[in-house]
């Protein structure tokens, strides 16, 4: 600090803050975790690889949040000047610890709404986007995990600079790692965009479907506030300072975007809870009055049948996630036809047609 620097009031302390929003944002995620899991059950359905996967991203979050609660014990939230000498290794360590976590929990948290969309929109377009995206996804997480734990040449010399050693621009890598996770992020979110509008429903419909798929814009618009202020943390010189904002951020992007993954597939939840009343208005939502019902042969009635609905609006409200809708039948049934309180027509095979989708 130079001379002409502002003075320091040593005795401010950011570390209740910081472990206050780290307990908030893993409860939300454990709980969204939770519920998505009764929300299967409700339906009886098996856990698909999109579960699983949100499922694994979970401890990765937890020990992010847990090791950034210890980085406060040992000075994050304090002015580097407040910190004594013998805090340096064991804070060193658990940012080093937190920042692999971080890069682990993301990308599954990624792969899990890669798999949802696959398992709503199982067409070959829809597995090759997420192959492709995947892949990127998967390798960028290796790759934050390599830079940040190689960022100094040895290890030890992060903390220990009496040493022989090294290290690299941190702000340098660490802005580079954002910049290339950011776009994926939008990526990711408009994807099941253009099919939804592409389906045979009415237009409310498609704004519900659609917002439902919007919940995903709440990662993106954290990744960017993390990219600023990681950007922003290390240009300083107050690195256990500055360090709070980035690392509240960090730990919002994983959880928050679990929240997000979540809440499109508790519908069943909210169909076993809510009045009656309220279930038949969802049902109803943006459907036509009609006063009769065509009955395709290839088609039975849900009350009779058990089946689940398997128009995809549908399936997102109440959770059930099939195989999506074929072509064929689009067209035989219509929106008036799908959605009447509760005189649904299903059928028991579908598919989405890859024609449907690019």
């Not at 856990?47 to 990765?60: H, M, Q």
């Not at 937190?98 to 199982?122: D, I, Q």
């Not at 919940?215 to 990681?230: E, F, K, M, Y």
């Not at 939502?285 to 395709?296: L, Y």
């Amino acid at each position: 600090m130079t001379s002409s620097s502002p003075p320091v009031d040593l005795s401010q302390d950011r570390g209740s803050t910081i472990v206050a929003t780290q307990i908030v944002f893993i409860s939300l995620a454990a709980i969204a975790v939770a519920l998505r899991i009764y929300s299967r059950s409700l339906k009886k359905a098996p856990l698909g690889a999109d579960d699983y996967l949100i499922i694994a991203s979970l401890p990765f979050s937890a020990i992010e949040a847990i090791t950034t609660c210890v980085a406060v014990h040992y000075g994050l939230g304090k002015h580097e000047e407040a910190m004594p000498p013998q805090n340096v290794r064991p804070f060193s360590v658990s940012m080093l610890v937190l920042e692999c976590a971080w890069g682990v929990s993301v990308p599954f948290v990624k792969l899990s709404f890669l798999m949802l969309y696959v398992r709503l929109f199982p067409s070959r377009a829809y597995k090759a986007w997420a192959w492709l995206l995947g892949t990127y996804t998967v390798l960028w997480g290796v790759m934050v995990v390599i830079a940040t734990t190689l960022q100094c040449y040895p290890v030890a010399y992060q903390w220990n600079k009496s040493i022989k050693g090294h290290c690299d621009n941190r702000a340098l890598s660490f802005f580079l790692s954002s910049v290339l996770e950011v776009p994926v992020d939008f990526i990711i979110l408009i994807l099941p965009l253009p099919v939804v509008w592409r389906l045979k429903l009415s237009r409310p419909r498609k704004v519900l479907l659609t917002g439902i798929f919007m919940l995903g814009s709440l990662t993106c618009v954290v990744s960017v506030i993390r990219l600023v202020r990681v950007d922003q943390t290390w240009k300083g010189e107050d690195t256990s300072w500055e360090l709070t904002e980035a690392c509240i951020w960090s730990a919002a992007e994983p959880t928050l975007g679990t929240v997000a993954c979540c809440l499109p597939v508790m519908g069943p939840i909210l169909i076993h809870f809510a009045p009656r009343p309220v279930v038949k208005k969802i049902s109803s939502f943006g459907s036509k009055p009609s006063t009769a019902i065509k009955k395709p042969n290839k088609f039975q009635r849900l009350h009779n049948s058990g089946s689940t609905a398997t128009d995809p609006a549908e399936q997102l409200v109440l959770g059930d996630m099939g195989n999506g809708i074929t072509k064929s039948d689009a067209r035989a049934v219509s929106d008036e036809d799908l959605f009447r309180g509760h005189e649904i027509a299903v059928t028991k095979q579908f598919s989405v047609d890859s024609e449907n989708i690019v």
